[in-house]
């Protein structure tokens, strides 16, 4: 089917490619639909705190941290679009019985779950994902993915936002009956994609198995320093709507203007920002453009406690504006480090380590930039770029040192 023109940039050209970008818009309808009630349905329904809501998720990140390798490790051992489909059917089964969760300890038993099993998902369709496209469309099709993604989010955050505006018990009671219902949808979806037979590249000894992910110093390194640099949400979930409403004057209906306008960034900008980012140079390319990004947004916004009226409105705007490069950049080079420095014979178990990175931001980060920005001011937004170009100059020796290992125990050539 030809694409035309005006659509080429946001319509993917392959067929493979739109059934995935499908799938993905359908599966963040559901999970955006539930994300966006998820603190009335859990105070109101579930009858929680909001401090026990906190701490439970906080519970939940650390007991997927400790299972992130070995959950990664079953789309080795089960194949990825099996543990895919698997791990889809099982988030439908538990998001249907949150209606029945009564009580803190029942709350953080089903959270655990779910974490572990969409966990496990995600490294699934991460494999999938390599395994299906070749290299040189690989990081395009994931970037078509992650632009259907944010349309999937936003659609499932209105149809939530229908429910929270009837408001009543059963409104909200059935948010996450509908997230469960997509999500069978979602499964059957992924049950008619291709099945694949993993291929593996025969560099002289079928019988030598290699190294583990996790004895690959460099990309565990490398993993810590994106998990580092993905904290841009922090920064735009986060700090910057507790920064706006507490220590600037600008009004708080700017803060649905900046959601809308990441959101439309990253459909029209996502594809051309990963432009490049199919090799390591190219995602190291990225990295240093996501750091710049990152130290830009932190000098910007450090100023507008002192701003006034419409100069602190333009400056937290454009401040936005910059951390959606750095979410961009970064997602472009996750990709493609992820293609090029895993091992072709343990996929599953490099996703499972990369996952680390992810695990760790939301347990560290969300306290430590809030502490700096509200706490130190404009000081503590300088630390926040430090801790980010850290990150960026570091990703650039751990991926090399990836690189290296690869090179010793697959056989695939480190590039020059």
């Not at 906080?58 to 895919?84: E, F, M, N, Q």
């Not at 961009?328 to 996929?347: C, I, K, M, N, V």
């Not at 509200?374 to 000081?379: E, I, N, Y």
Request: charged share 10%.
């Amino acid at each position: 089917m030809a694409i035309p023109r005006v659509l080429a940039g946001l319509v993917p050209p392959t067929k493979m490619e739109r059934d995935l970008a499908l799938q993905s818009v359908l599966s963040a309808f559901a999970t955006g639909a539930f994300l966006t009630g998820t603190a009335v349905f859990f105070t109101q329904i579930v009858g929680l705190t909001g401090a026990q809501v906190g701490l439970g998720m906080s519970a939940a990140a650390v007991v997927t941290l400790a299972l992130s390798i070995p959950l990664g490790r079953l789309s080795d051992r089960v194949g990825a679009k099996r543990l895919w489909v698997i791990s889809a059917l099982l988030e439908a089964g538990l998001y249907f019985s949150w209606p029945l969760v009564s009580g803190f300890l029942t709350f953080v038993l089903v959270l655990s779950v779910l974490a572990s099993v969409e966990t496990a998902g995600r490294s699934a369709r991460n494999v999938y994902r390599i395994e299906v496209f070749p290299r040189e469309t690989r990081v395009r099709a994931m970037a078509f993915q992650r632009s259907a993604r944010n349309v999937g989010y936003t659609l499932g955050a209105g149809a939530s936002g229908v429910a929270l505006g009837i408001g009543s018990r059963e409104a909200i009671m059935a948010i996450p009956l509908l997230t469960g219902a997509l999500l069978i949808i979602n499964a059957l979806m992924i049950s008619f994609l291709p099945t694949l037979v993993r291929s593996v590249p025969d560099h002289g000894d079928d019988h030598h198995l290699s190294p583990g992910a996790f004895r690959n110093r460099g990309f565990v390194v490398l993993a810590l320093c994106n998990g580092v640099l993905s904290s841009n949400q922090v920064l735009l979930n986060v700090v910057v709507p507790l920064w706006l409403v507490e220590r600037t004057d600008a009004p708080q209906v700017l803060l649905a203007w900046l959601f809308g306008t990441n959101t439309v960034l990253a459909v029209l900008l996502q594809v051309r920002a990963s432009r490049g980012a199919e090799t390591v140079n190219g995602s190291l390319r990225a990295v240093r453009w996501s750091g710049w990004a990152f130290v830009l947004s932190c000098v910007v916004l450090s100023v507008t406690h002192e701003t006034v009226g419409w100069v602190s409105i333009v400056l937290i705007w454009i401040g936005h504006i910059t951390i959606t490069g750095a979410e961009l950049w970064q997602s472009a080079s996750d990709w493609g480090f992820t293609s090029e420095l895993s091992d072709p014979r343990r996929l599953g178990d490099y996703q499972g380590v990369w996952s680390l990175g992810y695990q760790v931001e939301p347990i560290v980060f969300p306290a430590l930039y809030t502490f700096l920005a509200l706490s130190w001011g404009a000081p503590g937004w300088v630390v926040i770029a430090v801790i980010a170009v850290a990150a960026a100059v570091v990703s650039h020796p751990a991926a090399r040192a990836a690189e290296r290992h690869l090179a010793r125990h697959t056989g695939v050539p480190a590039a020059a």
